[in-house]
């Protein structure tokens, strides 16, 4: 990307509100914009992309078969059950920011044809190896934006979304579009993050009317335990999520040095000669607390600041190179607001209940009752699975929502990209 291009995103991301003002700034995101010069980018690019795996390497229906051996294998296939009842096809259907596979891969047994779409390549080349180790020959994944789907209007019976809606750069464009390929009748079924089923309280010390709950996480890591898609010899992540807003903001410095030298955590007492001198396995204080784990928001300092802070002071420093990505957050009400603002009738939100079965099958093996039940694994899950809409959002921190477009005239969808959909 040129520099006119990085100029550009920036000021996208100022127009668009992804971009953290100087109001709503930590401090360490204070001293990375004062700093550096921080390029936004899409979380397909900042995340995902550098990611080997999206998805735990063993998450069922995914990289291996649903086993009922597996406690935990019963909540998950009730997951997807409830998909299925909850679509009410078995017709064609879509999964936007499919990922590794889920819940594309699970599904397909149950539906006619599946097509998994996600703007990561390195998503998409995974979900395609785990689609050779399955054998399905109706699933296909391919590299799309959920903001400009390549499809034509009306040409799903259902879609599908596993947490990614509010990945995208435009949350409300992915959702007027999977409104637009989805025909009339046809089921949106989703999961969300929600961020606010586990809140933390934020400072104690600040005043009521300035508290602003945070939640705030740092990660070191040298090179040598970088994947080959990080560039730098020592990579700084930066995370912090407002829940006031619900705007998560997470950076990565890459920072380069001269020769095999990494920074001393300790360059404020150190001498200029021994500057560099010692591994990041060291950076720990001398009471042993560690200064690169979560932030403790009531520190008199962030450990993350004087990190940096002795990081930049390193006479071997070469380069710093800065990245970041937004997201913003939907609560249940705020999806609903825009999933109605796109058209969508009939929504609802529920809790998982993979939750409510898993707490089930945890009791009967405890019981020792669950290897009894293994030869009706599929229809027990079935039959539980059509208890979804009975299941409370409460503090599910993935809620369950379901919405469908309604039958009759077709209602005309505001396109925000210039991309025009490939007719197929």
Known sequence: MSQSEDRRQSEIEHESGRFPGNHERTEIESWIHDHTNVVFRPSAQMRFDRMPFQAPTDLAGVFRPHDPARVDDWGSLALIYAYVHALETNGKILDIGSGDGWPALPLAPYMQQV????????????????????????VTFRIAHGEALPFRDRSFDGIVVGTAVEQAEDREAVLAEA??????????????????????????SA??????????????????????????DLIYRY??????????TEYLLSFRFRGEIRPSPDLGTASSDQRGARSLADLSSSDGRDPIGHLNPDADT???????????????????????????????????????????????????????VGRVA???????????????????????????????AGQDPAPFVVARRPPGRPRETHRRRGRQPEKR
Do not use: M
């Not at 097509?115 to 109706?138: C, K, M, Q």
């Not at 005043?207 to 730098?232: C, I, M, N, Y």
């Open 115 to 138: 097509v998994g779409i996600d703007p990561s390549s390195r998503r998409t080349e995974v979900a395609n190896e785990n689609l050779s180790r399955f054998g399905y020959d109706h």
């Open 179 to 204: 409104f637009r390929v989805l025909r009339p009748g046809g089921r949106f079924v989703a999961t969300f993050e929600n961020v606010l089923a586990a809140r933390p309280i934020g400072s104690a």
């Open 239 to 248: 995370s912090v999520l407002s829940l006031r807003t619900l705007r998560e």
């Open 207 to 232: 005043p009521p009317q300035t508290r602003e709950p945070l939640a705030e996480s740092v990660d070191l890591e040298e090179k040598a335990a970088l994947s080959t898609a990080e560039s730098g």
């Open 302 to 356: 962030h450990p993350g600041i004087a990190v940096l802070d002795d990081v930049l002071a390193s006479p071997f420093l070469q380069s710093v190179v800065a990245e970041a990505c937004t997201i913003r957050h939907f609560t249940s009400e705020s999806l609903v607001q825009a999933l109605t603002h796109t058209g969508f009738a009939g929504i609802s939100v529920h809790g998982r209940i993979s939750r409510a």
């Open 362 to 392: 945890r009791d009967l093996a405890t019981r020792g009752i669950l290897p009894e039940l293994a030869d009706q694994f599929h229809p027990i899950c079935a039959s539980l699975a059509k208890q979804w809409p009975l299941i409370e």
